[in-house]
C-alpha cells in the first residue's frame, strides 16, 4: 500500500469509528518512507547533532542527513521549539524528511527529537528529560534520542 493511501485509509476508519489501532502494513509503510527520503535535512547552526545523526543513520542502515543552515533561535518562542525548527526546515527546503531536536515545551521541559515527512507530518519522535537531570552530554542525548525514534517503528541496528 502507497504512503498517501495508508494515510487516507487510517483517517477513513477513524471517521467510520472502526479503527483499531496501528497496523505492521502501517509501521511498515513509515519505514519504507524513511529508507526512500532522498533529501533529509537537519536544522542546525552547527554540525555537532548532524554528525550524531548520520552516525545514527549509518547505523541503521540509512542515507545521510544534510545539515540545513539556518538560524533557529524563534523557535525556542514557540510552544513545542522542535516542531517549529522542523516546519522552519520544511519551508525553507525542498526535504522529503526532516531530522529536528531542540526543547521538548518551556524551558526545562526537556528534549525533542522528530522526525517529520516532507507536509510536516509527524513519523516517529522521542524525548529525553533536561540535561540537568539525565546527566548526559549533548552526543549521547542526540544518539540515545535518535536511536529511540526508529525503534519505536520498527528499525534495527545493522550488523
Same mark, same amino acid.
Do not use: W
Given at each position: 500500500?502507497?504512503? #498517501? ?5 487510517? %483517517? #477513513? ?9 496501528? @497496523? ?32 545514527? *543513520? ?9 545539515? *540545513? ?45 522528530? %522526525? ?7 513519523? @516517529? ?6 540535561? *540537568? ?6 552526543? #549521547? ?13 520498527? %528499525?534495527?541496528?545493522?550488523?
Amino acid at each position: 500500500m502507497a504512503f #498517501e493511501k495508508m494515510i487516507k485509509k487510517a %483517517f #477513513e476508519e477513524s471517521r467510520n469509528n472502526c479503527r483499531f489501532g496501528d @497496523t505492521l502494513e502501517e509501521i511498515g509503510e513509515i519505514q519504507d518512507y524513511i529508507k526512500n527520503a532522498e533529501k533529509i535535512y537537519i536544522p542546525n547552526k552547527n554540525g555537532i547533532k548532524v554528525e550524531v545523526l548520520n552516525q545514527v *543513520l549509518n547505523e541503521y542502515g540509512l542515507q545521510n542527513a544534510q545539515i *540545513l543552515h539556518i538560524n533557529t533561535n524563534t523557535a525556542d518562542t514557540s510552544r513545542i521549539p522542535a516542531l517549529a525548527k522542523a516546519y522552519m526546515a520544511l519551508d525553507q527546503s525542498d526535504a522529503d524528511l526532516i531530522i529536528s531536536r531542540g526543547r521538548l515545551g518551556i524551558p526545562g521541559s526537556g528534549s525533542l527529537l522528530i %522526525f517529520i515527512d516532507n507536509k510536516g507530518r509527524i513519523l @516517529t519522535c522521542a524525548t529525553s528529560p533536561s540535561h *540537568l537531570i539525565h546527566g548526559k552530554t549533548l552526543e #549521547e542525548a542526540v544518539y540515545s534520542e535518535a536511536c529511540e525514534a526508529l525503534e519505536k517503528i520498527g %528499525f534495527e541496528k545493522k550488523g
